[in-house]
């Protein structure tokens, strides 16, 4: 074999290498896929139980969940673990009780901000949404999912095993709903 022909297997051996690792350490965060949908353009990769993920909020579908972009070219629509907000968007379901308060209050949180994505233990839904729990970043943080709760626009939401910060979240409840905060006083 001549000395050109063993550098062109060996650049070839080393760029495939690199496609098999992944290329970079902005990619350890992640797995490959397991049946998590991507109806979205999203990415082909399945994050880690329990990863910290980065990005911006693009845009807001409605109180609980939004699409982040996470790096140039990849989106996720991400539902928020451990809170249920009215219904606003969902298909063949009429618009809910303080559902569009829900959403707006959302939008005002996380509109175009930075954000946190803390990834669930059960890491997708059945629609294929990334589950996590969402914190603004920046000079005024924020964790979201409590914010929600904490305000009345969402009640809180227990599906195993994303459970880590259930009671926080009905402790939240129950302060909001004895106060007649949000959807406690409209709704009920």
């Known amino acids: 074999m001549s000395r050109r022909s063993a550098l062109?297997?060996?650049?070839?051996?080393?760029?495939?290498?690199?496609?098999?690792s992944g290329g970079s350490g902005a990619v350890d965060d992640l797995v490959s896929n397991d049946g998590g949908g991507s109806p979205d353009r999203q990415s082909?990769?399945?994050?880690?139980?329990?990863?910290?993920?980065?990005?911006?909020?693009i845009r807001v579908v409605d109180g609980d969940t939004i699409k982040v972009l996470l790096e140039p070219g990849r989106y996720e629509t991400v539902r928020y673990i451990?809170?249920?907000?009215?219904?606003?968007v969902k298909p063949d379901?009429?618009?809910q009780c303080f559902a569009k308060q829900?959403?707006?209050f959302n939008e005002r949180l996380v509109e175009g901000r930075e954000v946190r994505l803390q990834v669930g233990r059960e890491r997708r839904?059945?629609?294929?949404?990334?589950?996590?729990?969402?914190?603004v970043t920046g000079d005024r943080p924020v964790f979201v999912n409590a914010a929600l709760v904490r305000g009345g626009y969402a009640r809180t939401l227990e599906i195993a095993p994303n459970t880590d910060r259930a009671d926080f979240f009905a402790r939240l409840e129950s302060r909001a709903r004895a106060a007649g905060r949000g959807l406690w006083a409209a709704c009920e």
Request: charged share 20%; net charge positive.
């Open 8 to 20: 062109t297997w060996a650049i070839a051996f080393i760029v495939l290498a690199l496609i098999g």
């Open 44 to 57: 082909d990769s399945q994050p880690r139980r329990g990863a910290t993920l980065h990005g911006r909020v």
């Open 82 to 88: 451990g809170v249920d907000t009215p219904e606003s």
């Open 93 to 95: 379901t009429p618009v």
């Open 102 to 104: 829900a959403s707006a």
């Open 125 to 135: 839904d059945r629609y294929g949404r990334l589950l996590a729990y969402v914190y």
